[in-house]
C-alpha cells in the first residue's frame, strides 16, 4: 500500500509560527490545480502500480481551495491512481473556512477525515499566533462537522506558546476532549529560524517555555488524554482506539507515497524525491516540462537511521526481526549495544523479545536515546 500527499499552499495570513511553504497568491489557485493535475499525470508510474490506501491535503491551508478544485484533482487522481475503496482520504483546514454551506459542499466530496488546526482555544493565545479564528469558532466549525455526518475528526493542539500558563493549557485539554474528537495532535511550538516569532524572540519581544514547564505541559497532555480513553500511539499524537492517523502513520512504518506540489517530498524506498519550495518556479517549471526537484540516493546507513528515529517516534516499536533482515548483522548487534544502557535504566523495553519501544520515562528523552542509536560515520 500507499499514499498521496498533495500540497496546497494557499494561505489568507501567515501564522507567526510557521515555516512551512505557503503563500498568499490565491489567484494563482487555477493555474496551480492544473499544474498540481499535470504533476499526477507525469508521476503517475512513482508508485509503480501499488494500490494508494491514503490521500492527504495538506498545508497552507487546502480548505482555501473551492469545490470545483477538488472534483478536478479527484477526478484526475480517480482516472490514474489504484485509489482503494476504503482509502483514508484527509483534509487539513481552518475552523472559520468550515462554514456550514462550505462542509455541507465537503461532505458531498471523497473526503472521510478533517484534520482541523485549532492550536489553542484561548482568545489571547490565538491573537498571539496571528490565527485567523476564534475560540467560538472552532468550537462551532467542529459541531458543524459532526452534523454534517463527518465521523473521524482530528483537532491539531500547540503547547508552550509565548506567555502560557499550565492552567491555560489545561483548559484547551479540557475543551478538546469535551468535543470528543477522534484524534489529537498536539506539539510542541517551535522557533523555526526565519519567521515573524523567531524573529520577535531574537528581539527578546515574546519569551520561550523553559524546560520545565515544556515538561509539565508534556506530562499534563499524556496524562488527561489517557484518563479520557485516548491512546498515545506516537511521540505527539493521540486517538480513540483504532482512529489513528493511516497516513502519517505510514511515514514512520516506512511505506512508500507520492507528494506532489511545491515543497511537497516522496519516499519509494531508495530514494527521497522533494519538490522546489516556489510557487512560481513549480508553475513555470511543470508547464515547460523542466525538473522541479532534488532526489537523494539512500544508502544503508541512511535507511537504517531513518527506520531508527520513524520506528522509536511509535507505539509499534521498532522490529528486530526487520532490523536484522533489512540491515544486516553488522547494524543490528550495533543498534543492540546501543540500545543496552538505555534498556537498564527503564527508558526503552522489549516488548514480545522481538520489539524495542520507548517507556513512558523515554519518551521524555526520545530524541537522545534515538542518536545514540544512529550510526555515525
Same mark, same amino acid.
Given at each position: 500500500?500507499?499514499?498521496?500527499?498533495?500540497?496546497?499552499? &494557499?494561505?489568507?495570513?501567515?501564522?507567526?509560527?510557521?515555516?512551512?511553504? #505557503?503563500?498568499?497568491?490565491?489567484?494563482?489557485?487555477?493555474?496551480?490545480?492544473?499544474?498540481?493535475?499535470?504533476?499526477?499525470?507525469?508521476?503517475?508510474?512513482?508508485?509503480?502500480?501499488?494500490?494508494?490506501?491514503?490521500?492527504?491535503?495538506?498545508?497552507?491551508?487546502?480548505?482555501?481551495?473551492?469545490?470545483?478544485?477538488?472534483?478536478?484533482?479527484?477526478?484526475?487522481?480517480?482516472?490514474?491512481?489504484?485509489?482503494?475503496?476504503?482509502?483514508?482520504?484527509?483534509?487539513?483546514?481552518?475552523?472559520?473556512?468550515?462554514?456550514?454551506?462550505?462542509?455541507?459542499?465537503?461532505?458531498?466530496?471523497?473526503?472521510?477525515?478533517? #484534520?482541523?488546526?485549532?492550536?489553542?482555544?484561548?482568545?489571547?493565545?490565538?491573537?498571539?499566533?496571528?490565527?485567523?479564528?476564534?475560540?467560538?469558532?472552532?468550537?462551532?466549525?467542529?459541531?458543524?462537522?459532526?452534523?454534517?455526518?463527518? =465521523?473521524?475528526? #482530528?483537532?491539531?493542539?500547540?503547547?508552550?506558546?509565548?506567555?502560557?500558563?499550565?492552567?491555560?493549557?489545561?483548559?484547551?485539554?479540557?475543551?478538546?476532549?469535551?468535543?470528543?474528537?477522534?484524534?489529537?495532535?498536539?506539539?510542541?511550538?517551535?522557533?523555526?529560524?526565519?519567521?515573524?516569532?523567531?524573529?520577535?524572540?531574537?528581539?527578546?519581544?515574546?519569551?520561550?517555555?523553559?524546560?520545565?514547564?515544556?515538561?509539565?505541559?508534556?506530562?499534563?497532555?499524556?496524562?488527561?488524554?489517557?484518563?479520557?480513553?485516548?491512546?498515545?500511539?506516537?511521540?505527539?499524537?493521540?486517538?480513540?482506539?483504532?482512529?489513528?492517523?493511516?497516513?502519517?502513520? #505510514?511515514?514512520?512504518? =516506512?511505506?512508500?507515497?507520492?507528494?506532489?506540489?511545491?515543497?511537497?517530498?516522496?519516499?519509494?524506498?531508495?530514494?527521497?524525491?522533494?519538490?522546489?519550495?516556489?510557487?512560481?518556479?513549480?508553475?513555470?517549471?511543470?508547464?515547460?516540462?523542466?525538473?522541479?526537484?532534488?532526489?537523494?540516493?539512500?544508502?544503508?546507513?541512511?535507511?537504517?537511521?531513518? &527506520?531508527?528515529?520513524?520506528?522509536?517516534?511509535?507505539?509499534?516499536?521498532?522490529?528486530?526481526?526487520?532490523?536484522?533482515?533489512?540491515?544486516?548483522?553488522?547494524?543490528?548487534?550495533?543498534?543492540?549495544?546501543?540500545?543496552?544502557?538505555?534498556?537498564?535504566?527503564?527508558?526503552?523495553?522489549?516488548?514480545?523479545?522481538?520489539?524495542?519501544?520507548?517507556?513512558?520515562?523515554?519518551? &521524555?528523552?526520545?530524541?537522545?536515546?534515538?542518536?545514540?542509536?544512529?550510526?555515525?560515520?
Amino acid at each position: 500500500m500507499a499514499g498521496i500527499y498533495l500540497h496546497i499552499p &494557499f494561505c489568507k495570513r501567515r501564522c507567526l509560527y510557521c515555516d512551512f511553504y #505557503s503563500t498568499t497568491e490565491g489567484r494563482l489557485r487555477g493555474a496551480y490545480i492544473r499544474a498540481l493535475c499535470r504533476e499526477l499525470a507525469d508521476r503517475k508510474d512513482y508508485l509503480h502500480g501499488e494500490p494508494v490506501e491514503t490521500l492527504y491535503f495538506g498545508g497552507g491551508t487546502p480548505s482555501q481551495l473551492l469545490p470545483e478544485d477538488f472534483r478536478k484533482l479527484f477526478d484526475t487522481l480517480y482516472q490514474l491512481y489504484d485509489i482503494d475503496p476504503n482509502a483514508e482520504i484527509t483534509l487539513e483546514a481552518n475552523p472559520d473556512d468550515l462554514t456550514e454551506a462550505y462542509i455541507g459542499q465537503l461532505a458531498d466530496l471523497p473526503f472521510n477525515r478533517l #484534520s482541523i488546526g485549532i492550536q489553542t482555544f484561548d482568545e489571547g493565545l490565538l491573537q498571539t499566533l496571528n490565527r485567523r479564528h476564534t475560540a467560538a469558532q472552532a468550537v462551532t466549525a467542529f459541531h458543524h462537522c459532526r452534523q454534517a455526518g463527518f =465521523g473521524n475528526i #482530528s483537532i491539531d493542539l500547540m503547547y508552550g506558546l509565548p506567555d502560557e500558563t499550565e492552567e491555560q493549557w489545561q483548559h484547551d485539554l479540557e475543551t478538546a476532549t469535551a468535543l470528543r474528537p477522534e484524534h489529537i495532535s498536539a506539539y510542541h511550538l517551535i522557533y523555526e529560524e526565519g519567521t515573524p516569532l523567531w524573529q520577535l524572540r531574537e528581539a527578546h519581544r515574546v519569551t520561550e517555555a523553559n524546560e520545565e514547564l515544556s515538561l509539565a505541559m508534556f506530562t499534563r497532555l499524556m496524562r488527561h488524554l489517557r484518563q479520557n480513553g485516548y491512546e498515545h500511539y506516537e511521540i505527539s499524537n493521540f486517538c480513540l482506539p483504532g482512529c489513528h492517523s493511516r497516513h502519517n502513520s #505510514s511515514y514512520w512504518t =516506512g511505506q512508500h507515497y507520492l507528494g506532489c506540489g511545491p515543497s511537497a517530498h516522496s519516499y519509494d524506498g531508495n530514494t527521497r524525491r522533494w519538490n522546489v519550495s516556489s510557487l512560481s518556479e513549480y508553475l513555470t517549471s511543470v508547464q515547460q516540462g523542466r525538473p522541479f526537484h532534488e532526489t537523494e540516493t539512500l544508502d544503508l546507513p541512511t535507511r537504517y537511521n531513518d &527506520f531508527i528515529i520513524t520506528s522509536l517516534r511509535t507505539c509499534w516499536g521498532l522490529s528486530l526481526q526487520q532490523l536484522r533482515c533489512r540491515f544486516g548483522t553488522r547494524l543490528y548487534d550495533y543498534c543492540l549495544k546501543m540500545a543496552a544502557p538505555h534498556i537498564a535504566r527503564g527508558h526503552l523495553t522489549k516488548k514480545d523479545e522481538d520489539v524495542l519501544v520507548l517507556t513512558e520515562q523515554g519518551i &521524555f528523552i526520545s530524541d537522545g536515546i534515538m542518536s545514540d542509536l544512529l550510526w555515525v560515520e
